[in-house]
């Protein structure tokens, strides 16, 4: 089965921080995502990367940032943390050819800024 | 632009019966239907997908249905269990598209 491990359940932080969320899958997929996932908003994507060191915005990028340095390896960053970026982060992969297609997810960030 | 969107955003059912959540889609290109599971404290998982080449496809206690005339989606569980309480998720693509785009959900509960 395909492993997608994000390193922190929960995490708390302060206004202005600059937070690292990491992901790390086991499968060697090409294709990496960062969602947000809010109340009544669903999913909603802000970055992928579908090689390493490529990257693609997604629909909401604003106030995030991504690296891909390795293939198994995909990370979140945010820059200076607003308490608006309070939210549950989904990282999921799939494999090459398929960015629009199946994803596998791991169990999630829920970050809150305060 | 385009949406994905659920019809309820709660349903309650009784053990045993049957499931049915809806979803509709404005995207008249959408040529790849998937619906996932959201376990509480868990990440979703994948329950069944469908191409717009098909009106129909079943998996274990599971069945998608899509119709395009009217840009409708629907899953149905057979025999819903307790353990099918969750949040569901409806999503869509086409080849236009990079990513999923996905409904904002549909909670599940199965009354004992």
């Known amino acids: 089965d395909v492993k997608v491990t994000q390193s922190s359940r929960y995490l708390v932080k302060r206004t202005g921080e600059k937070v690292f969320l990491e992901c790390v899958q086991d499968m060697d997929h090409e294709n990496m995502f960062w969602y947000r996932q809010d109340p009544g908003l669903g999913l909603r994507l802000i970055y992928f990367s579908y090689d390493v060191k490529m990257k693609e915005k997604g629909d909401i990028p604003e106030g995030y940032s991504v690296s891909r340095e390795k293939k198994e390896r995909f990370s979140l960053i945010l820059e200076s943390a607003s308490t608006n970026q309070t939210s549950m982060y989904l990282c999921?992969?799939?494999?090459?050819?398929?960015?629009?297609?199946?994803?596998?997810f791991g169990s999630g960030t829920q970050l809150s800024v305060l | 632009g385009e949406s994905v969107g659920l019809h309820l955003p709660t349903l309650s059912v009784q053990e045993g019966d049957n499931s049915i959540i809806n979803c509709a889609y404005s995207n008249s290109a959408s040529d790849y239907f998937i619906w996932y599971k959201q376990e509480s404290g868990k990440g979703p998982q994948f329950i069944i997908d469908?191409?717009?080449?098909?009106d129909k496809r079943q998996g274990q206690r599971v069945t998608v249905l899509l119709n395009k005339t009217v840009k409708h989606l629907s899953l149905q569980i057979a025999a819903t269990q307790p353990g099918d309480s969750a949040v569901y998720f409806c999503?869509?693509?086409?080849?236009?598209?990079?990513?999923?785009?996905f409904g904002s959900g549909t909670r599940l509960q199965v009354q004992p």
């Open positions: 469908i191409r717009s080449n098909m």
């Open positions: 999921a992969s799939s494999p090459w050819g398929s960015t629009n297609e199946k994803l596998f």
């Open positions: 999503a869509e693509s086409d080849t236009g598209r990079r990513a999923l785009t």
